[in-house]
């Protein structure tokens, strides 16, 4: 039986990019996701500026703000795991 688990267990980001107030990522088997920056508290009271500092980090299985010291894993984006 598969899973949501065995489902996104690989996902890895390719580019990841920012769109208004939303963070975009695309991921290495051609999926596209995105998801409101405001969901995550750091990232809500980040400016459009540093929202747009993101980098892809752990061979592609994070995304990193530096000067916001905030790491969101793929895998928990994925599955909806949200830090409000």
């Given amino acids: ?3 949501l688990a065995d489902s996104i267990g690989g996902a890895r980001a390719v580019r990841a990019w ?4 939303k963070v975009r990522v695309e991921l290495e088997d051609g999926r596209e996701i ?4 405001d ?3 750091r990232l809500r009271h980040a400016s459009d ?14 995304l990193r703000w530096e000067t916001l010291d905030e790491d969101l894993s793929i895998n928990g984006v994925l599955a909806g795991r949200w830090l409000l």
């Fill in 39 to 41: 969901k995550y508290r």
């Fill in 1 to 3: 039986m598969s899973t």
């Fill in 18 to 21: 920012i769109d208004g107030r």
């Fill in 49 to 62: 500026e540093q929202l747009r500092e993101v980098r892809i980090e752990a061979r592609g299985q994070a």
């Fill in 34 to 37: 995105a998801f409101p920056a």
